[in-house]
C-alpha cells in the first residue's frame, strides 16, 4: 500500500509548529506592495504587513505559481506519497483550480500515483482544522480513500464567524459600498460576517463598537454548535495584528463553550490585504454551514 500526506496551502494559516509536528508541505499563496511579491522565499512579519497597511499602503494579493505547485508535488509523488491536498474556498480565489490543473497533467505521468484536491470551501485556519483532523484519521490508520470521505463531510461543519476593524478595505474589495463604509464608519458600525456554506463571504448583520462585535461573535458562535459537539476538537482565532482581542474572544469561548483546545494565530497577509488590521475570527466545527 501507497503511503499517502496531507498537504494545504498558506490561506490556511496553518501554525509553523503544526507545519513541523505533521510535516505538511505548504503551497505559498502570494501578495504584493508595488512591485515587491512576497510570499515564497521573500515574506514579512504579520506585524510590519499591517502596520504598513494602517499607514495607508494598499498591497494585493495573487493565487498560487503553477510552477512552484508542481515543483511540491513532485517532490512528493517521487519519495512514492500519494497526496491529500486541503485548498482554499474555489468561490474566493482561483487557487483551487489553479492546484487541480497541475494534479491532472502530474497524474499522467505519475500512472500509479493518486492526488486529491478537497475545496474547503472555507478559509485560514477553518483549513488548518481539516488539515489536524485528516492526520489524526491517517495516525489512526485510515485509508486514503476513508480520509477523503471524511473531510469532505467533515468541512461543511466547519464554521467562520469574523469581524472587521476597517470598513474601508472591504469596500476597496468590492464587498460594500463607498457609501456603506463611510456611513459605517461615521457610525462606528462593525459587521458581522461569516463563509457559506458555498464558500463565499456573507453578512449577519453590524453591531455598534469594537467590544460588541467580540461578544457578538462568541455568541455566534453558541448559536451554531450542535448538541453533540465534539469539544475535543481545536477551536481557531485568527487576527489581524490584535492579539489582545483575540485572546479576549479566547477566554470568552473557554467561559462560555466547553472548548479547551485554542489556536490563535496571525491572518495572513494574502488574506489580510482584504479584511485589513484589526480583522478578527473565530473558526469552530458546529451546524452544517448556511447558505
Given at each position: 500500500m501507497r503511503k499517502y500526506c496531507i498537504t494545504t496551502d498558506s490561506d490556511s494559516d496553518l501554525p509553523q509548529e503544526y507545519i513541523e509536528k505533521l510535516n505538511t508541505t505548504v503551497i505559498p499563496q502570494y501578495y504584493s506592495f508595488g512591485d515587491t511579491v512576497y510570499g515564497d522565499e521573500l515574506h514579512m512579519p504579520p506585524a510590519e504587513f499591517y502596520e504598513r497597511m494602517k499607514n495607508g499602503e494598499l498591497p494585493s494579493s495573487q493565487a498560487n505559481n503553477p510552477a512552484v505547485i508542481e515543483e511540491k508535488f513532485r517532490a512528493l509523488l517521487d519519495k512514492e506519497f500519494d497526496i491529500i491536498h486541503i485548498a482554499f474556498s474555489s468561490a474566493l480565489s482561483g487557487s483551487y483550480n489553479n492546484v487541480c490543473m497541475v494534479a491532472k497533467e502530474l497524474l499522467e505521468e505519475y500512472t500509479d500515483a493518486k492526488i486529491t484536491v478537497i475545496d474547503s470551501l472555507n478559509v485560514s485556519?477553518?483549513?488548518?482544522?481539516?488539515?489536524?483532523?485528516?492526520?489524526?484519521?491517517?495516525?489512526?490508520?485510515?485509508?486514503?480513500?476513508?480520509?477523503?470521505?471524511?473531510?469532505?463531510?467533515?468541512?461543511?461543519?466547519?464554521?467562520?464567524?469574523f469581524t472587521v476593524d476597517d470598513l474601508f478595505h472591504l469596500q476597496r474589495g468590492g464587498r460594500i459600498s463607498k457609501t456603506s463604509a463611510i456611513v459605517g464608519s461615521a457610525l462606528n458600525l462593525k459587521p458581522l460576517l461569516?463563509?457559506?456554506?458555498?464558500?463565499?463571504?456573507?453578512?449577519?448583520?453590524?453591531?455598534?463598537?469594537r467590544k460588541k462585535s467580540l461578544h457578538a461573535l462568541v455568541e455566534k458562535m453558541k448559536a451554531t454548535l450542535e448538541e453533540n459537539t465534539d469539544y475535543s476538537l481545536p477551536v481557531g482565532i485568527v487576527h489581524g495584528n490584535c492579539l489582545e482581542d483575540a485572546q479576549v474572544v479566547a477566554e470568552l469561548v473557554k467561559e462560555q463553550t466547553q472548548f479547551h483546545d485554542i489556536i490563535i494565530n496571525d491572518i495572513s497577509p494574502s488574506i489580510g490585504t482584504h479584511a485589513g488590521p484589526g480583522a478578527l475570527g473565530i473558526l469552530y466545527y458546529g451546524q452544517p454551514r448556511k447558505a
Amino acid at each position: 500500500m501507497r503511503k499517502y500526506c496531507i498537504t494545504t496551502d498558506s490561506d490556511s494559516d496553518l501554525p509553523q509548529e503544526y507545519i513541523e509536528k505533521l510535516n505538511t508541505t505548504v503551497i505559498p499563496q502570494y501578495y504584493s506592495f508595488g512591485d515587491t511579491v512576497y510570499g515564497d522565499e521573500l515574506h514579512m512579519p504579520p506585524a510590519e504587513f499591517y502596520e504598513r497597511m494602517k499607514n495607508g499602503e494598499l498591497p494585493s494579493s495573487q493565487a498560487n505559481n503553477p510552477a512552484v505547485i508542481e515543483e511540491k508535488f513532485r517532490a512528493l509523488l517521487d519519495k512514492e506519497f500519494d497526496i491529500i491536498h486541503i485548498a482554499f474556498s474555489s468561490a474566493l480565489s482561483g487557487s483551487y483550480n489553479n492546484v487541480c490543473m497541475v494534479a491532472k497533467e502530474l497524474l499522467e505521468e505519475y500512472t500509479d500515483a493518486k492526488i486529491t484536491v478537497i475545496d474547503s470551501l472555507n478559509v485560514s485556519l477553518a483549513e488548518s482544522l481539516m488539515v489536524i483532523r485528516a492526520n489524526a484519521l491517517k495516525d489512526k490508520g485510515s485509508s486514503y480513500e476513508e480520509v477523503v470521505e471524511s473531510i469532505e463531510a467533515f468541512k461543511h461543519h466547519i464554521n467562520v464567524q469574523f469581524t472587521v476593524d476597517d470598513l474601508f478595505h472591504l469596500q476597496r474589495g468590492g464587498r460594500i459600498s463607498k457609501t456603506s463604509a463611510i456611513v459605517g464608519s461615521a457610525l462606528n458600525l462593525k459587521p458581522l460576517l461569516y463563509i457559506s456554506a458555498a464558500g463565499t463571504l456573507s453578512t449577519a448583520g453590524t453591531v455598534r463598537g469594537r467590544k460588541k462585535s467580540l461578544h457578538a461573535l462568541v455568541e455566534k458562535m453558541k448559536a451554531t454548535l450542535e448538541e453533540n459537539t465534539d469539544y475535543s476538537l481545536p477551536v481557531g482565532i485568527v487576527h489581524g495584528n490584535c492579539l489582545e482581542d483575540a485572546q479576549v474572544v479566547a477566554e470568552l469561548v473557554k467561559e462560555q463553550t466547553q472548548f479547551h483546545d485554542i489556536i490563535i494565530n496571525d491572518i495572513s497577509p494574502s488574506i489580510g490585504t482584504h479584511a485589513g488590521p484589526g480583522a478578527l475570527g473565530i473558526l469552530y466545527y458546529g451546524q452544517p454551514r448556511k447558505a
